[in-house]
C-alpha cells in the first residue's frame, strides 16, 4: 500500500499590497509582503513523491522570492485651512469709497493752506520791496551830486534841542555831576527859583560867610582828622545852610558850577547857518552881561549861585 503523502504546510505566497489612497508621487514605490498561499489535500494530485518534492521546492521558490525593500518616505500631508467666509470678507464697497472721498478731503485743506501761506509770503515780500524801495529813494535824495551826504537838521534836533525850552541851544551848558546839557538861560531860570525859595525860608543868608573859610581848613586837613566824629560836628555847625539845586532832568544834586560846552556850541550854529529858514534867528556870540548899577557888567553867570572856586 503507498504512503499516503500528507499535505505540506502552508507556505507563503507573493502578493501586492497598494498603499492608502494619496496624492500622486513618482518616486513612492510598491511596498512588498508575503503572500500566504493554502492548499488542501484534495487538491493535490496522486503524484508520485519525487515529483511532489520537486513542486514543492519550485513553488516554494516562486513564493521565498521578495523585492528588495524600500525605505518608506513620509507622505507630504496637506494642510487643510479652516476660516469663516467673515474673515474673509473683503471690505465693502461703499466703505472704499467713504475711505477715499475722505482722503480728498484731507488734500484739498492742505492745498487751500498752502495756497493762503503763499499768499501770505507773497504780502510780505511785497512789503519788504516796498520798504527797500522807499529807503533806496531816501538815500538817494540824501547824497547830492558831488557825492557829499546832506544831513537833515530835523534829525539832529534830539541832540540839539534843550529839554526845558525845547529850542536849539547857542549857549549851551554842562552838569559837571550828572553830564546833562542845557541852554543857559533855561539853566540860569531853573536855578534861579531854587535861589529864591531858599532865600523866602533864610533871609539872613548870605553868600559872603565862613562856608569858604570852612571849606578851606577841610582841604588842608588830613583825612585822620576828618574822620575824627568831634571835629567833625564843630564844622558843621560853624557852616550855615546853603541853598540845594539839583538838575532838570534827573534832579541830582548839584554842587559845582555849570560848564560851556564849546564844541556843541559850535556844532549848533553851524547847522542852523547851513539850514536857511533859521538863519535869522542865531544870537550873537557874546560874553554873558548883566545889569549892575545901571551898567551892563561882563560877569561870570553863576557868581550869585555857587562860590568862586579858587
Given at each position: 500500500m503507498p504512503r499516503v503523502q500528507s499535505p505540506p504546510r502552508g507556505t507563503r505566497a507573493h502578493s501586492?499590497?497598494?498603499?492608502?489612497?494619496?496624492?500622486?508621487?513618482?518616486?513612492?514605490?510598491?511596498?512588498?509582503?508575503?503572500?500566504?498561499?493554502?492548499?488542501?489535500?484534495?487538491?493535490?494530485?496522486?503524484?508520485p513523491l519525487p515529483q511532489l518534492r520537486k513542486h514543492h521546492k519550485r513553488v516554494s521558490s516562486l513564493t521565498t522570492k521578495k523585492k528588495p525593500r524600500q525605505k518608506l518616505q513620509n507622505a507630504p500631508l496637506d494642510v487643510i485651512e479652516i476660516s469663516s467666509d467673515e474673515d474673509e470678507a473683503s471690505p465693502s464697497q461703499g466703505s472704499i469709497i467713504a475711505d477715499l472721498r475722505g482722503q480728498v478731503k484731507k488734500l484739498e485743506q492742505?492745498?487751500?493752506?498752502?495756497?493762503?501761506?503763499?499768499?501770505?509770503?507773497?504780502?510780505?515780500?511785497?512789503?519788504?520791496?516796498?520798504?527797500?524801495?522807499?529807503?533806496?529813494?531816501?538815500?538817494?535824495?540824501?547824497?547830492?551830486?558831488?557825492?557829499?551826504?546832506?544831513?537833515?537838521?530835523?534829525a539832529l534836533e534830539d541832540g540839539l534841542s534843550c529839554e526845558i525850552?525845547?529850542?536849539?541851544?547857542?549857549?549851551?551848558?554842562?552838569?559837571?555831576?550828572?553830564?546833562?546839557?542845557?541852554?543857559?538861560?533855561?539853566?540860569?531860570?531853573?536855578?534861579?527859583?531854587?535861589?529864591?525859595?531858599?532865600?523866602?525860608?533864610?533871609?539872613?543868608?548870605?553868600?559872603?560867610?565862613?562856608?569858604?573859610?570852612?571849606?578851606?581848613?577841610?582841604?588842608?586837613?588830613?583825612?585822620?582828622?576828618l574822620a575824627h566824629p568831634q571835629l567833625h560836628f564843630h564844622l558843621q555847625q560853624l557852616q550855615q545852610p546853603v541853598p540845594e539845586y539839583t538838575c532838570p532832568t534827573c534832579r541830582k544834586r548839584v554842587y559845582r558850577r555849570p560848564v560851556e560846552v564849546y564844541a556843541l556850541k559850535s556844532l549848533v550854529r553851524t547847522i542852523s547857518a547851513a539850514n536857511r529858514a533859521g538863519k535869522g534867528d542865531i544870537p550873537l556870540d557874546q560874553p554873558f552881561a548883566e545889569r549892575r548899577h545901571g551898567h551892563l557888567v561882563v560877569a561870570d553867570p553863576w557868581d550869585g549861585y555857587f562860590p568862586?572856586?579858587?
Open positions: 501586492r499590497v497598494s498603499p492608502l489612497a494619496s496624492k500622486p508621487n513618482s518616486k513612492q514605490q510598491d511596498l512588498s509582503t508575503d503572500v500566504l498561499e493554502l492548499t488542501s489535500g484534495d487538491d493535490i494530485p496522486n503524484t492742505e492745498k487751500e493752506k498752502c495756497r493762503n501761506e503763499r499768499d501770505l509770503s507773497v504780502q510780505e515780500a511785497l512789503r519788504y520791496h516796498a520798504q527797500l524801495k522807499e529807503a533806496n529813494a531816501k538815500a538817494s535824495e540824501q547824497k547830492s551830486t558831488d557825492g557829499k551826504l546832506v544831513l537833515d537838521p530835523s525850552c525845547t529850542g536849539r541851544m547857542y549857549t549851551p551848558y554842562l552838569l559837571p555831576d550828572c553830564g546833562h546839557t542845557f541852554c543857559l538861560s533855561c539853566l540860569r531860570d531853573w536855578f534861579g527859583t531854587a535861589h529864591a525859595r531858599f532865600l523866602q525860608a533864610n533871609p539872613h543868608w548870605h553868600q559872603n560867610t565862613m562856608n569858604g573859610y570852612i571849606s578851606r581848613i577841610q582841604a588842608l586837613l588830613l583825612p585822620e582828622y568862586r572856586e579858587r
